[in-house]
Every structure is written in structure tokens, then in C-alpha cells.
């Protein structure tokens, strides 16, 4: 019934317009066509002032209601450079908006038809176009030699000391690969992908480096002030890991596996202190259209001391162990019970449980 | 190339007499016709109305056609981005209507994500490709470049129609995938294998995404017919005296969208025959080491990167060709309204070579966080932020047309006014993201949307607008209502920036776009009030298009005839034809051109048509310029 | 703007033209491009025939590129010496077959160079015999192509899917990368194409000219347009065979 009288009134009110129009247009005719052009030109004059005053007012608003949205201090070394890169962009960008929009909408107002003006004849002005000219290509490469400083350290080769995590993306999940305490992750095929018998990564069994490699669904650790190199790769559409705090992105394609480097600078529980949020939580978010379930594909990121990481992952089994456990139901019972009960080819989804 | 043989056998013509005399063999004159352009009509009465207005080949007939398909996909496409906004603005309701009229879509009032992706991917396909590329080049173009330049028609008329209606059978596959019982494709305007590849990871990429490929792939072929001739037509039918740099900007802006649609479609439409092989044929020129659904399947050895490399090569010099169409029309529609010269015509046109080269170059900024050679990223940051420079410079010049002038502040010059305004305001975070650093950070969120659409997307949308108002009584002969018009273009204005700015903030928050729901997202969910405030603001931005729809069409018919034949008090050749042109255009001899189109207030005069021979003093001063100046 | 040019500009001015028109009408040096005239001399129609073959050019450009990217990301390709190495059946004769294959086509471009000059002598006999050369010689090219694609497909097991011309390892034969064959009948598929709707446009003059349509119009730029074609798809296939048999 609401949405009945909406319509009806929509419908009204264009009526409404559409009759005010056509009687203003008579109303016109009945001026004269020169009058009408310079009242319609005065009321449009001052309706450019007003939008360019309300719209500057505007932007001060959005910026006052908006800015407590925004996040908070980048969390990572790479991420804290970006956001300084942002607010000098920023202001570059930010002043010329005003000039160039204040000029727009004044000089429509300023220079409004009215009887007597006369235009002036200018039809160029060889050296202001060349200092202008010059000006925004001088402006454009200081930025361009800043971002590519940048752009080089962030994609330069990871230091020695990052550890390295593998992360995979299917539809619509997760997952993260630790290498253990060899330090090495093992070989993979995606032929050998096999959930139901708990090698969601296709690790390939006979290679021992995968036997302490510990697998975690949609929640990934890492070490405060500790590099973090990831190695990223997709099972089957193109995924994109975007990790908004800290500032960074990079896509998960299939086949061509791409790889990321940066430093986490804050922990979980500092963040939450920082925030004042007791349900803070850093997102990692697919950022690459990847299907209808698209939308859902979030894991949480817990940044810890290396203590912390450390004692986390020695309460893990590694993946090889719960596979064979399926493979072993003796072996299997024993699982059971350290799992607490969770029947092991329920495995990924418990997981998931835990992580939540 | 069949075309070629098929033409009528008068047209070809003798390759000599051409060279000399282009115009006068260029289009078959129907024996008879000048007599009924001269009394003013020019209706072909003895035309059947299957020839007249249906298989036209009269460009100004094709140019409504384009016009009017593209105002419909306007309004379907606008309706579109509505409902899926309802989906993003009140995720918790339940429109038990939406179940009514879209059946299947939306189950409990609501839209399932497939259907939301397939409205997300199909208005952006409808808006870039059918709208601002097919409508706006293919209005503007068919009806400008002959007018404006002295042509009786185009160089090739039945390529012409056949561009047309090449168009039109894309549009009416595309349009029938929306009924396809799996859904319309849903893989995004960009169409990235492996998941527009497989329809195991999205249902739309079956049946739906096949009709979506067939109607782009002919979307494409009638662009590159179309491009052929808009190229000829400019380079070999220009009448007597219209030297390329005597041409209007419009005609400059169209030949270049025109260069870059010719040289970028092919290469993705190999991209498409690639994708479709995939599909169908069990190639792995994309596909590599993928589990899907349960299964590994065999193919192995592709990239989807190398998609992406074809797809944005057409992808970027494509926003210019939905852009510049729109910068040709304000420089024109500015400078008849300040009646004032175009400031730094050289300069407008060195910058639209400087846009065309350019925007070759810079198509992989789009592929930042692909996992691309930090080296080939550089490479392209260079060129991606050079490329401001003469969008830069083109703004500058239209601000300066405007000081010192005499602004009438008529409908389509508001409509410039808001073009140079969203052009500016997104162009500027163009130069955010085109640092590859920054693009780390914003890719792919709701900053990416924010900037696109208002530069591009709202651009030219009102540059299309402000030519359909100006241009609207050379078409019809009628006028639109001014009032409508003002309404129009303010709620438009005003409601763009309340809807586009915001985004800016849910970007750098890393709210990423195409998602359905961010109601579980710690991050992203405070913006839901944001979300629905917008979601307001774009149903009252598409209901205000209503008016205009309705201006259009009712002025089409019952709007007050135009008794000016030159209403706007403009220096082009398109005025000087009679208020309704007959196929032919000029009745007797084509004008000849003596001087540029923007000599307005020159010598005090307020406009000096191109047409008009230069008075004495103004011919001394050309030789002076001229002639070497004594050592 | 050159002296004689000035000197028209004054001449007209003394003579009390009104319209000075600042064409240099002598040497056309400025003239081509002040409009009323084409810029290049040509004719429209074959302007657009160019102008369509550059188009075409960045669709085959795309192709060999596409080519070019897979193939540098594999670690090993067939040998052509290998898998062209079939004479009609006859093996053990690398690349002849193709070899023929790109001559009868180049010849057919001369036949067609042979054709366009008759047309601007207007010898209508002429032409439509040359024509009929190009014609044989463009369905020879594709009768060959059709004898290479069976052998592929059927002896040495090579299709879109699958490719049996991979490394020999302990002297068995492996399968190799799947986009050779992918990308091969892909592109040299595209290019018969194009021969093939040549055939057909030139079939298509061919009854024009024996019908004296030209004859009747007066000039025979059509055979012109479909000459520019079919040298444009014998260009092609010269960058193909690098690629692909040569490469």
C-alpha cells in the first residue's frame, strides 16, 4: 500500500512539473525571447554561485560526517608510506580541484549574458597555454619520481628474515599455508586436490617438506614487525587478497602464482586499544569479482609477537597429519580426540569453527 | 569487405572525377529530390516509409536511430544500476514487487547475487558500450560530421546503415540474454576468464555469457564499420575551403574516438574469439591448473593476464572514446555561448593527438596488482599520469573560453558547465590511482567507482545531453522545453555529486565494489547508512531522467517548431542548411569555407559564419601572417 | 604557405575576386588538404579499404602477439622441421609443403598486381583472366592448407586440445603444449578465412567483369579495392610462416 502511494505520488509531482514547464515556456513566449533568455540566464547565474557555495559547504560536511568512517593508521610499514603518498596527492589534487571549480562556476556567474556585455576576442595566448602546460607536466613528474620510489621499495625483493605464507584462494575461501619448522613449503598439483580426503591444497604427500606444512581456513597469523612474504595463488577464478589496513592488494591468479611483501607494524591487541574497539578485527577481503558468493570471501588476520605466532602454531596439526588420518582411522581416533571429538573428514569445516 | 561490391553501382564513381568533384558523386541524388528541399521540406514523398525511416541511409536518420536505441539503453541500463542499488541500499528489505515483475531474480523481494551481479555486469556492458560509445559517437558523428564539414552524406551511406543495424542485432542478443534461464552473464563489464570461462564458477557464464560475447563481438564489428567511415568521411568529403584546421573541435574529438576505436576493437575482439574458444572448444589459451567444482580440469599452459593485456588494450583508449566525443561538444557548445573563440584551438587539438597516442599506452594501469614486472608498472605510471597533461590543458582552455565572455547560460551550456565540472573532479583522482603505490591501496573499491563514473560515466552523460539539447532543432526542426531542461540538468548535477562523492571515502575505508552485502564486514558495514542514502539520492537522479525522456519524445512530436534556422547564432556549416535538411542536406550548392568556426566577437561582430568570404582587411592580414617577414 | 601561393592570394585580390581561396591550385602543395579535394588522391572507397586494412592489421597483430606471449612462457615447443615435415602425404620433407603453399600465393599476388594493370588499361579480357589466375591460385592455397591441417590432426596428433609433438623422452613421444596447436589453427584458420571471402569478393569482380559493369562505369577501381586485399592477406601470411614455420 506504501509503495502504491510513492508511485502515485511520483507520478503527481512529475505531472506537476512537466504542467509548470509548459506553462513557464508560455509564459516566455508571451516575454519575448530576448527577456526570457536574460532572466533564465540571471536566475542560472546565481543558482551556479549558490551550488559552488553549498558545494563547497557540502564537502566540508561529508568530510566532517565521513572522516571518523575512514581507517585508521595505516598498520603496516608499506602501508604508513602510501598513506603519506595519499595525503600529498591529496592536497596537490585538492587545490587544484578548488581553483579550477571555483574559476568554473564564478566565471559562469561572473560572466553572465547580459545587455551591453560585449565578449572579448581571445582566441589564444601562446605563452600562458605553455606556462600551464608546463606547470602540470612538472607537477605530474615530481609525483610520478615520488610513486615510483615507492612503488620500487614495495616491489623490490622481500628481506631475508620475512617469513613466508602461502595464500589460496578458491571459491569462496581462504586458505594459508605455514612452511613449518623446515622453513619450506611442499610441492603441490592441483591434480592431487582432493577435500574429502583432506588435501584441500593438493600437496603432494611424498615430498617430506609437506609433512610439518600447517594449513588454517580464512584466518591468517602473522608476526608484529616481522616481513611477511606472501605467496599467492588461486585454484580457480581470479581472487584478489586485499588487505585494507594495510594498504595493500595483490590479485590470486590461477596458474601464474604472484607474491607480495610487506611488514605489519601493530598487533590485534594494540589496534583494539588504538581504536577503542574491543571487536576490532583486521578484514582481508576479495577484491576481484569471482562469482556469486563473491561478496562472502573474508578471512580475518590475527598480527601477534612471535611468541604468540609460535605458540599458536605448535598447537596445530599439520595438514600431512590429518590426512593420514583419514587415510588411518587408528591414527584417526587418536585425532578425534585431540580435536575434540570433530569426526576428521569434517576437518576443513572445523576449522573454520575454530577460527571463528 | 563484401560491402564494398554490394554498394550501388553509381556510387563507386570515377575514381578522377571524385578527386576532383567529391561531392557532387558522392551520394546518389534521387532524381527529383532538390525540388522537395527546396520548398523547405525536404520529405522524400515518394520514398517508401521502410527506406525513409527504417533501412535510412540518410545519416541524419541513422544518427536518430542511434539516438533513440541509445536513450532506451540509457534507461535501461540507469534502471538497472537503481535495482541494484536497491539491493546495496536495504539489504534487510523485502520488495515483494521486485518478485512480481523479475520472477526468478528475486525470490523474496530480494535479489539473489547472481541477479545482482548480472544487473552489475550488464549496466556496466549497456552504458559503455551501447550508450556512450554506440550513442554517443554514432548520434553525434553521423549527424555532425556531415553537416558540420559540407558532405551530402557520408562517405560509405550503406556502411553506414549497416553499422547501424549490425548494432541493432547486438542489441537485441544482449537484450535476450537477460531472459536466458541461467541468468544474463555475471562476470563483470570486464569479462575476466577463468570465471567468464567456466560456467561451473558462475551460471551466468553458460548460456548468458555466450549471448553477452556474440552481442559485443557485433557491437564491435559495427563500431569498426562505423569508424571506417566517420575517418573517410572526415579525411576525403570536406568541402571546398575546410582545411583540417579550419575543422569545429566536435569534428576533431569524433575523428579521434574514431582512430582509437579502429585501433583498439580488433584486439579485443581477437581477445573474445580466444575466450569463446576456451569456452567451447576445450583451448587453454587462459585457462592453467584449475580445480573447480570438485574436479581438476585438463587444460593447462594459459594466462588470464594475457586476457586482460588484449581486453585493456581496447579498455582504455575506450574511456577516451566515450569521453572525447563529449569534449568535442563542450568546446563547441562553450564557445557559441560565450560567444567567444574556443581559447587555444591548437592547443585543443595538439591535446587530442596527445590523448590518442597516449591512450594506447597506459591500457595495463588498470593490471597494477596483476603481479606485473614492478618495471613494466613504471613504464606505464609515466605514461598513465603524462596523460593528464592535455586533459589538463583542455580544461584550462574551456575555463578560459569562458573569462571575458558573455555567458548565455542556456540549457546545454549548463550541461557543459557540469560536464567540465565532473570532469574535473574525477579526473583529478585519476592522478590518486594512476601512481601505482596508491593504486596498491584503492584498487577495485568504491574510489575506482567514485572516479570513473564521474569522469567518465557523468561526463559525458551530460556532455551527450548538453548535444542532444543543442543539436535537438537540427534533428527535429522542434524545441525542447527550456524549463524541463533546467530541472533536468540541476537534479542531474547536484545529485551525481551526492551520490559519487561520498563513494571517495568508502574507497580509501577499502570498501571493495561488486560486493552484494557488507553486512558482515567489521570494516565496511558502518557505512551502510551511507549506502542507503545514495541508494535515495541515484532512484531521485533516475526518476528526474523520466522528464527528460519525456521532454524528448513529446518535443519530438508536439515541441514548438523551430522558425530559426539558425537558432543558436552559431558560425557552422550545419545551420546553413535548411530547418528541416533533406537527404542531401543543402539545397543546390554545398557552402564553401573561408574562415574558422569560432570567429565570435570578432572585430565586434557577434558571429561570422564559416561560410562568409573574409572581408578585405582580414585577407591583409592573412598574407601578412603568411608571407616571410623581410630579414 | 608558399610564394606562389601568395602570389594566387594577390593575383585574386587585384583582380578583384572576392573569395580569395588561399589553395596553392599550382602544385597542390597545401592543396590537398584544404578541403574539396581528397587528401591523399584516392578515392573514397579505397580509402576505406585502407583504412579498414589497418584495422585488420591490429586484429592479426593481436593474434601473433597472443602467439608470441604463450609460446616465450613455454618451456618447450614443437620443432617446425618436425611437425611441418609432410609433402601430401609423402614425410620427411620439411617445410615443402608450405613452402609451395607461400609461393602459389605470392604468385597469385602478382597475377592480381597483373589484373589491376589491365584494369587501368581497360583491357577486359585481361583482367578477367588474371583475375581468374588469382582466383585458382587463392583456392590452391587453401586446398593445400586443408592437406596440412589432416595431417596435423590425423597423423601427428595435433588439434586445439591436444598436441603429440612433445620432448621424446627414452625415445617415446610426450605431449606437448596444448596452445601450439591452439594458437596454429586459430591463426592460420583466421587468415584461410580471409583468403577464402577473397575468393569469394574476387569471384565476385570476376562476374562483374565479364558482365562489363566496369566497362560500363568506365574504370575498374573495383579490381583495385580487391587487389589492395588480397596483397594485404598474402602480407599477412608472410609474417605467419615466420612465426610459425620459420620461428
Redesign the interface.
Known sequence: MT?LLIVIT?VLI?II??Q???A??YV??LKGKEKA?QQ??KV??W??MA?LIL?LI??YI?HEL??G???PVAASVQ?A??DH??IY??I??AV??FL??I???Y??FR????PG?????????DP??IT??AI??LV??I??VF??K???K???PAPKNAMVVEVTG??FEWMFRYPGKDDVLGRKD??L?DPAKDNPL?QDWSDPANHDDVVSHNVLHLVVDRPVRLL?NS????H?V?L??F?????A???????LWFTPTITTAEMIKKTGDP???Y?L????????????M?ATIIVETQQQFDQWEAGQKSQYQLAMADLNPSISDTTKAADGGLPAADSSKAKVAFAK | MSNETNLPAGEAGNPHQEITQPQSVAVPMPAGHGAHVAEGHGIHHHEPFITKYIFSQDHKIISKQFLITGIIWAFIGGLFSVLFRLQLGFPNDHFMWLHTVFGNWAPNGQFTPEAYYGLVTMHGTIMLFFVLTAGMSGTFANLLIPLQLGARDMASPFMNMLSYWIFFIASIIMFSSLFVSTGPFAGGWTAYPPLSALKEASPGSGTGGDLWLIAVFFFFVSQIFAGINYISTILNMRTKGMSMSRMPLTIWGLLVTAILGLLSFPVVITGLVLLFFDKHLGTSFYLNSIYVSGHALPNVGGSPILYQHLFWFMGHPEVYIVILPAMGIASEVLSINSRKPIFGYRGMVTAFFAICILAFLVWAHHMFVTGMNPYLGAFFVLLTLLIAVPSAIKVFNWIGTMWKGNIHLSVPCLFVIGFVSTFISGGLTGIWMGNSAIDLDIHDTYFIIAHFHLVMGVASILGMCAGVYHWFPKMFGRKMNNTLGYIHFWITLVGAYLIFWPMHYEGLAGMPRRYYDYAAWHTFAPFQGLNTFISIVAIVVFITQILFLFNFFYSIFKGRKETDPNPWKANTLEWTTPIHPGHGNWVGEIPEVYRWPYDYGKNGIDFIPQNVPLTPEEEMEVIKETQPQPA | MSDSAIATASAAQLHGHPQVDIIDKETHTHGFWRGGVSPFNVSYGKLMMWIFLLSDTFTFGAFLVSYGSSRFSEPFWPDPNVAFDSFFGIPNMPLVSVSLMTFILIMSSVTMVLAVHAGHLKKQKEVAKWLTFTIIGGVLFLGCQAFEWTDLIMDKGVTVTHNMLGPIINGHPTPGPGTFGAFFFLITGFHGCHVFSGVILNLVVLINVLKGTYEKRGHYEMVEKVGLYWHFVDLVWVYIFTCFYLL
Open positions: 509503495d511520483v512529475l512539473i512537466v509548470i514547464s509548459k513557464s515556456e516566455s513566449i533568455e533564465s540566464d542560472n547565474a543558482l551556479l551550488f558545494g557540502g564537502i561529508c565521513l572522516k568512517k575512514l581507517l602501508g608510506a602510501i603518498m595519499i596527492t591529496g596537490i589534487t587544484v580541484f579550477t571549480e574559476m568554473l562556476f566565471f559562469g560572466y553572465h549574458n547580459k556585455r560585449k565578449a572579448k576576442y581571445l582566441p589564444d595566448n600562458l597555454e600551464w602546460t602540470t607536466a605530474l613528474l609525483l610520478i610513486g615510483l615507492e612503488w620500487f614495495i616491489t623490490g578458491k571459491q592441483f591434480k586436490i593438493g599467492i585454484q580457480d577464478v581470479i584478489d586485499g585494507p589496513y594498504r595493500m592488494k595483490m590479485d591468479v590461477p596458474g601464474t602464482p604472484t607474491t571487536d576490532f578485527v578484514e577481503a576479495c577484491d576481484q569479482l569471482c562469482g556469486e558468493g563473491h561478496f562472502t573474508r
